[in-house]
């Protein structure tokens, strides 16, 4: 089965955390942190609709810049999604250049300022040097921030002594081709294939133009459904960094995160050094450990080890992986 979330940690480990996730078939791809970074190309960038910020201290969004400048020309806009002070904090990246020469650029940044209950909006355009033109506030249906056919984005707000947005990217339910059974049926594949997916995905039912070996005839979703689809459940993706280890932070993400099936999170320390954990609201090793079990995540991915310990990862990645594999 090809997943429809093509995950990767841009930077490793050791490196500012982020994740770029690929959407399947889909000209598109989602962000999450953006630190500095070397490893993701113009085309990659390119794809990036929605850019999600946890918080803004610099490891997690100096790179904002250069995604910027690769988007420029751009036709369709950039979503930025980061917790309160991000309108201020974007606006400001944005008023630190001069844009005397961007008047025809079709270029649209909106910032959502994501608090409990609500998102703000601000629409700022490179035709206008970027200057905030539009606010509106929306109410929040439970964590969601983003929802399409293909996924779900939902966030909650985590204590790092700063407010820190924890992401979890998520796909309602998997529509799995039965390729095996095209040719049988006399079908070829096509774009058709994508239509049938699309309808199924919005419940809706309507005659698909397939490509078959007499030509294209007008077949029913539903029928094709039947015949073609196996569905299965969706994949989860979590992505938690910079929190305390605290009751709070644990009541607020288990709900949301629960049963993923892919958990990116921060082992910044090794649990000797809990306290100074504690103190700078970061994560060791043993508490992602802990983090990931009580979520039953199904595959956890470490990431943003300091640097006082890059040239001992092993000691953070051993001390995850004992906890991960205990038995419970
Ligand atoms: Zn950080
Ligand atoms: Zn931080």
Known sequence: MRPTFL????????????????????????????????DLSNHELMLVEHLFISHAHMDHFMGFDQVLRVILHRQTPLNVYG??????????????????LTREYALEIRIHEVAPGCITTTVARASDGFAPSWTGVRERSGEEL????????????????????????????????????????????????GMLKAAIKSGRTMD?????????????????????????????????????????NLERLTPLAKDTDVLFIETFYPDEMREEAHRKGHLTARQA???????????????????????RREVVLDELKQLISAPK
């Open 146 to 193: 983003v929802k399409t056919l293909w996924y779900t984005v939902e966030a909650v707000e985590l204590d790092h002594k700063t407010p820190c947005l924890g992401f979890v990217v998520k796909e309602a339910f998997h529509i799995n081709i039965r390729g095996d059974k095209l040719g049988p049926l006399g079908y070829a594949s096509g774009p058709w294939l």
């Open 83 to 100: 917790p309160p002070e991000i309108r201020r904090q974007v606006l400001a990246k944005l008023g630190a250049y001069t844009w005397n």
């Open 7 to 38: 995950t990767r940690l841009v930077n490793g480990e050791l490196f500012d955390p982020i994740v770029y996730i690929r959407i399947l078939n889909q000209r598109q791809a989602l962000m999450l942190d953006c630190g500095r970074f070397f």
């Open 289 to 311: 450990g802990e983090i990931a079990r009580e979520l039953g995540a199904k595959r956890v991915q470490a990431m943003h080890i300091s640097p006082r310990y890059h040239d």
């Open 208 to 248: 698909i133009p397939v490509r078959t070996m007499q030509g294209t005839r007008l077949i029913d979703s539903e029928q094709l459904a039947r015949e073609l689809v196996i569905v299965s459940p969706g994949q989860k993706i979590t992505y938690l960094t910079d929190i305390r280890y605290c009751e709070a």
